[in-house]
């Protein structure tokens, strides 16, 4: 019987999937014609695609001249609206080229859904007329985001908190630097919110409130040493952030020496992250294999999707002292049996100034055997060679890392496996 069922649901499934592509074919059969001229065309220079219309309900201008004038093409398949459907997190890849310059590949980040993009549109229209469509520009100017106005000499706290995990707990120091450092304005440097026009300061504050991610890779710079994509510009509601390589899925069976450096550079994310001069703690919430990718030639690790950061204010969590502020904070294992499980608290993180959170992110959602992506599990140090499975060492550091079984284990099984991983990697270069 249960032979049976499974033939039966096999066949299912293949006619199912041959449905599929006949659809697909016919589709492409039928459109021929506009896909000849989706090829041809330059997307990338058409205001409507770029939702220039949306502004100042979009992320920016900076990038306007660039896309406008040609400089940035889609490639290849990223042409064909008619594969929109796959692309559900609207991110595209991209030609950018300076005259003298030769050309290079970029990312194109609409940051979010179409689906995410028109709720947002919604709930403007709905705050402003109760009705769910509406003139957006006109729409806008009834939001909180208006009400914060050149009246307004700086972003406070008890203005934007909770709006993102980026400011789920902010301090007067973090959104100085935000406005300070915000990348679509002409006159950048300045912490005060009024020196923004009303039009740059609409789009900070609906950037914070719906996808902080370019706010975070405008104020902690690839240039300066945080381990994020470089922010490069935007127009409309499309971001554009410099190509760093392939995601680090596709290094899952890379040889072990390769393995073992990623891991390293993975656990050492982690502390700088956690422990830095700044003493801003930025907190992955979101950690998977698609969120990292490996730079050809350096061989970096790099972070490819920081919408999800929350970033705690260190110095002002010691200057505060809430309850229990100095003990040492423990983050639950969380066994999910599904891909990239985290548990946390955005409370916990926001009032403790020791906090092991990304250490076991990384060992959980990466590393250990507990890892689970795609339909496979063991983590990006699977299989190792027989003489390290033999000595053991590893793979107790990464149990403990992410379930671990002593008190504040993890912070010193944290500390050892970076060392260990270090020695490994110096051991086979």
Same mark, same amino acid.
């Given at each position: 019987?249960?032979?049976?069922?499974?033939?039966?649901?096999?066949?299912?499934?293949?006619?199912?999937?041959?449905?599929?592509?006949?659809?697909?074919a016919?589709?492409?059969?039928?459109?021929?014609?506009?896909?000849?001229?989706?090829?041809?065309?330059?997307?990338?220079?058409?205001?409507?695609?770029?939702?220039?219309?949306?502004?100042?309900?979009?992320?920016?201008?900076?990038?306007?001249?660039?896309?406008?004038?040609?400089?940035?093409?889609?490639?290849?398949?990223?042409?064909?609206r008619?594969?929109?459907?796959?692309?559900?997190?609207?991110v595209?890849?991209?030609?950018?080229?300076?005259?003298?310059?030769?050309s290079?590949r970029?990312?194109?980040?609409?940051?979010?859904?179409? &689906?995410?993009?028109?709720?947002?549109?919604?709930?403007i229209?709905?705050?402003?007329?109760?009705?769910?469509?509406?003139?957006?520009?006109?729409?806008?100017?009834?939001?909180e985001?208006?009400?914060?106005?050149?009246?307004?000499?700086?972003?406070?706290?008890?203005?934007?908190?909770?709006?993102?995990?980026?400011?789920?707990? =902010?301090?007067?120091?973090?959104?100085?630097?935000?406005?300070?450092?915000?990348?679509?304005?002409?006159?950048?440097?300045s912490?005060?919110?009024?020196?923004?026009?009303?039009?740059?300061?609409?789009?900070?504050l609906?950037?914070?409130?719906?996808?902080?991610? =370019?706010?975070?890779?405008?104020?902690?710079?690839?240039?300066?040493?945080?381990?994020f994509a470089?922010?490069?510009?935007?127009?409309?509601?499309?971001?554009?952030?410099n190509?760093?390589g392939?995601?680090?899925?596709?290094?899952?069976?890379?040889?072990?020496?390769?393995r073992?450096?990623?891991?390293?550079?993975?656990?050492?994310?982690?502390?700088?992250l956690?422990?830095?001069?700044?003493?801003?703690?930025?907190?992955?919430?979101?950690?998977?294999?698609?969120?990292?990718?490996?730079?050809?030639?350096?061989?970096?690790?790099?972070?490819?999707d920081?919408?999800?950061?929350?970033?705690?204010?260190?110095?002002l969590i010691? &200057?505060?002292?809430?309850?229990n502020?100095?003990?040492?904070?423990?983050?639950?294992?969380?066994?999910?049996?599904?891909?990239?499980?985290?548990?946390?608290?955005?409370?916990?993180?926001c009032?403790?100034?020791?906090?092991?959170?990304?250490?076991?992110?990384?060992?959980?959602?990466?590393?250990?055997?507990?890892?689970?992506?795609?339909?496979?599990?063991?983590?990006?140090?699977?299989? =190792?060679p027989?003489?390290?499975?033999?000595?053991?060492?590893?793979?107790?550091?990464?149990?403990?890392?992410?379930?671990?079984?002593?008190?504040?284990?993890?912070? &010193?099984?944290?500390?050892?496996?970076?060392e260990y991983?270090?020695?490994?990697?110096?051991?086979?270069?």
């Amino acid at each position: 019987m249960l032979r049976l069922v499974s033939l039966k649901l096999g066949r299912l499934y293949r006619y199912v999937k041959l449905a599929v592509l006949g659809s697909l074919a016919a589709a492409l059969l039928l459109n021929t014609h506009s896909l000849l001229a989706s090829l041809h065309r330059n997307e990338l220079s058409e205001r409507r695609f770029l939702q220039l219309n949306k502004c100042p309900a979009c992320w920016g201008t900076s990038w306007c001249r660039k896309f406008l004038n040609g400089q940035l093409r889609l490639e290849s398949w990223g042409r064909l609206r008619l594969l929109d459907f796959l692309n559900v997190k609207n991110v595209y890849f991209a030609r950018y080229g300076e005259p003298r310059e030769g050309s290079r590949r970029v990312v194109l980040k609409r940051l979010g859904s179409a &689906q995410e993009l028109a709720d947002i549109d919604a709930k403007i229209c709905r705050r402003a007329t109760g009705r769910g469509r509406c003139d957006l520009l006109q729409a806008l100017h009834a939001t909180e985001f208006a009400s914060i106005n050149g009246d307004v000499r700086l972003l406070t706290p008890d203005v934007v908190e909770g709006w993102s995990d980026l400011v789920h707990c =902010p301090s007067q120091r973090l959104l100085d630097r935000l406005v300070r450092r915000y990348a679509e304005t002409k006159d950048s440097g300045s912490f005060l919110l009024r020196n923004l026009k009303d039009s740059e300061r609409m789009q900070l504050l609906i950037t914070l409130a719906f996808n902080p991610e =370019p706010l975070v890779l405008q104020s902690f710079p690839s240039d300066e040493g945080w381990p994020f994509a470089k922010y490069l510009g935007a127009c409309g509601r499309m971001v554009a952030v410099n190509y760093v390589g392939e995601e680090l899925w596709s290094y899952f069976n890379a040889p072990w020496e390769k393995r073992v450096d990623l891991a390293w550079q993975l656990m050492e994310i982690a502390e700088q992250l956690t422990n830095n001069d700044f003493e801003f703690a930025l907190y992955l919430l979101d950690v998977s294999f698609d969120n990292f990718a490996v730079g050809p030639r350096d061989g970096k690790v790099i972070i490819v999707d920081a919408e999800n950061v929350l970033v705690a204010d260190k110095r002002l969590i010691k &200057q505060n002292k809430p309850e229990n502020w100095d003990v040492w904070y423990e983050s639950k294992f969380d066994d999910c049996d599904k891909e990239a499980c985290l548990s946390f608290s955005k409370e916990i993180l926001c009032a403790r100034a020791t906090v092991d959170h990304n250490y076991y992110a990384v060992c959980q959602n990466l590393l250990s055997r507990h890892a689970m992506w795609r339909g496979t599990s063991g983590g990006l140090l699977h299989d =190792p060679p027989a003489e390290i499975a033999k000595d053991g060492r590893l793979e107790a550091l990464l149990d403990e890392c992410a379930n671990p079984k002593k008190r504040y284990g993890r912070f &010193q099984a944290a500390k050892e496996l970076r060392e260990y991983l270090a020695q490994l990697s110096n051991n086979v270069r």
